[in-house]
Nanobody
Framework: EVQLVESGGGLVQAGGSLRLSCAASGFTFDDYAIGWFRQAPGKEREGISCISSSDGPTYYADSVKGRFTISSDNAKNTVYLQMNSLKPEDTAVYYC??????????????????WGQGTQVTVSS
């Protein structure tokens, strides 16, 4: 059974940091790119970052570039999203998702095959 399980969300003050984890199982982790999305209430799901398979190239949306860092630990089948300098507008449910090999159109949810259940991130002002 394919599973993506996010963890690490929580409540943090503006300017603080959180590290999200996405633990994958049930598929060949090295063959998939992992993306991070977020969805705030009343807004569309936004693709914010992606790392290609085998710890390949990374991509970031302008909204998080310079503040968020995506990384992969292939030995643990886990992708991380380090989030620094958090802002209230970063408040959302964060999801990870998997697509074949490359971060093709990484910001488009329709390109991904598997999804996690999400983890809530709340940034207070």
């Amino acid at each position: 059974e394919v599973q993506l399980v996010e963890s690490g969300g929580g409540l943090v003050q503006a300017g603080g940091s959180l590290r999200l984890s996405c633990a994958a199982s049930g598929f060949t982790f090295d063959d998939y790119a992992i993306g991070w999305f977020r969805q705030a209430p009343g807004k569309e799901r936004e693709g914010i970052s992606c790392i290609s398979s085998s710890d390949g190239p990374t991509y970031y949306a302008d909204s998080v570039k310079g503040r968020f860092t995506i990384s992969s630990d292939n030995a643990k089948n886990t992708v991380y999203l380090q989030m620094n300098s958090l802002k209230p507008e970063d408040t959302a449910v964060y999801y990870c998702a998997a697509q074949d090999y490359y971060c093709l159109h990484y910001e488009g949810a329709g390109w991904y095959d598997y999804w996690g259940q999400g983890t809530q991130v709340t940034v207070s002002s």
